[in-house]
Nanobody, 120 residues
Framework: QVQLVESGGGLVQTGGSLRLSCAASGRTFSSSGMGWFRQAPGKEREFVARISSGGFTKYYADSVKGRFTISRDNAKNTVYLQMRELKPEDTALYYC?????????????WGQGTQVTVSS
């Protein structure tokens, strides 16, 4: 069992930065792949980034590549999403999840989400 709690969301202007954190509880965190997804109003939840259990393998959606960086600290049971050069289209509820792949069905555990709003 893994419980996930996201934080770090907020309101930021276009071009700004935010760092999201996802704190995990449970003994299996260090052996779990982790991902970030987002969901804008009226849209489906979409993949943003994912990282392997050891942190060496990372993948990004094309829409965020070069602007977002995923990382993890297994000693702190935390995964991060550093977001730079934010755009209004990045506005969404951001979720972290434990699992693997680029579709939601690959993830067994989800947080409640943290809201990111980018103003133009």
């Amino acid at each position: 069992q893994v419980q996930l709690v996201e934080s770090g969301g907020g309101l930021v202007q276009t071009g700004g930065s935010l760092r999201l954190s996802c704190a995990a509880s449970g003994r299996t965190f260090s052996s779990s792949g982790m991902g970030w997804f987002r969901q804008a109003p009226g849209k489906e939840r979409e993949f943003v980034a994912r990282i392997s259990s050891g942190g060496f393998t990372k993948y990004y959606a094309d829409s965020v590549k070069g602007r977002f960086t995923i990382s993890r600290d297994n000693a702190k049971n935390t995964v991060y999403l550093q977001m730079r050069e934010l755009k209004p289209e990045d506005t969404a509820l951001y979720y972290c999840a434990a699992g693997w792949g680029e579709v939601t069905t690959g993830y067994n555990y989800w947080g409640q989400g943290t809201q990111v709003t980018v103003s133009s």
